[in-house]
T-cell receptor
Framework: QKEVEQNSGPLSVPEGAIASLNCTYSDRGSQSFFWYRQYSGKSPELIMSIYSNGDKEDGRFTAQLNKASQYVSLLIRDSQPSDSATYLCAVGSGSARQLTFGSGTQLTVLP | SQTIHQWPATLVQPVGSPLSLECTVEGTSNPNLYWYRQAAGRGLQLLFYSVGIGQISSEVPQNLSASRPQDRQFILSSKKLLLSDSGFYLC??????????FGPGTRLTVL
């Protein structure tokens, strides 16, 4: 059984701070890793993908991957109230490129 | 560019009634397609995936079924809905590097 674990939160940070979201996964054969943002009542939106160990930066977002520790994280710098959402970690594996999702971390950025 | 459509957007159905949800993708050919369900406040549960016309794989036992009659059409069905079938149903397709993109979703309430 492939599992993806996230801190359920909720996580609150003040505006302008760094938000740190963490995720661990059980399947060592996983090859692809994603972060999705989901606003209340909406479908998930892809914000970051990472495939190799290390850091990947895109604007205010940085994804970090450590395959040896089976750990993925997402940093959001200069957090804004518009970043308030649920963040879903997803891990890819399998011949049909299936994704296994974590239960999500609810982030609130306080003005 | 690729677009994914789902309908209806919302649906209220009595227990025991049939269900048909439709998903269509534009702008790509032979995509992998996926059906997910998200219960209130929970992560995404993969229900079915398809790698081609007529090819359906089920991830969890349930009273739902799926079909792929055309390359870019994916249908989720049930003959008799249960209360536990309530949720947010999401269709997704896979991009070139395993990332998945979601449709707008169908919110189903079974009464």
């Amino acid at each position: 059984q492939k599992e993806v674990e996230q801190n359920s939160g909720p996580l609150s940070v003040p505006e302008g701070a760094i938000a740190s979201l963490n995720c661990t996964y059980s399947d060592r054969g996983s090859q692809s890793f994603f972060w999705y943002r989901q606003y209340s009542g909406k479908s998930p939106e892809l914000i970051m993908s990472i495939y190799s160990n290390g850091d990947k930066e895109d604007g205010r977002f940085t994804a970090q991957l450590n395959k040896a520790s089976q750990y993925v994280s997402l940093l959001i710098r200069d957090s804004q109230p518009s970043d308030s959402a649920t963040y879903l970690c997803a891990v890819g594996s399998g011949s049909a490129r299936q994704l296994t999702f974590g239960s999500g971390t609810q982030l609130t950025v306080l003005p | 560019s690729q677009t994914i459509h789902q309908w209806p957007a919302t649906l209220v159905q009595p227990v025991g009634s049939p269900l048909s949800l439709e998903c269509t993708v534009e702008g790509t050919s032979n995509p992998n397609l996926y059906w997910y369900r998200q219960a209130a406040g929970r992560g995404l549960q993969l229900l079915f995936y398809s790698v081609g016309i007529g090819q359906i794989s089920s991830e969890v036992p349930q009273n739902l079924s799926a079909s792929r009659p055309q390359d870019r059409q994916f249908i989720l069905s049930s003959k008799k809905l249960l209360l536990s079938d309530s949720g947010f149903y999401l269709c997704a397709w896979t991009g070139p590097v395993d990332e998945q993109f979601f449709g707008p979703g169908t919110r189903l309430t079974v009464l």
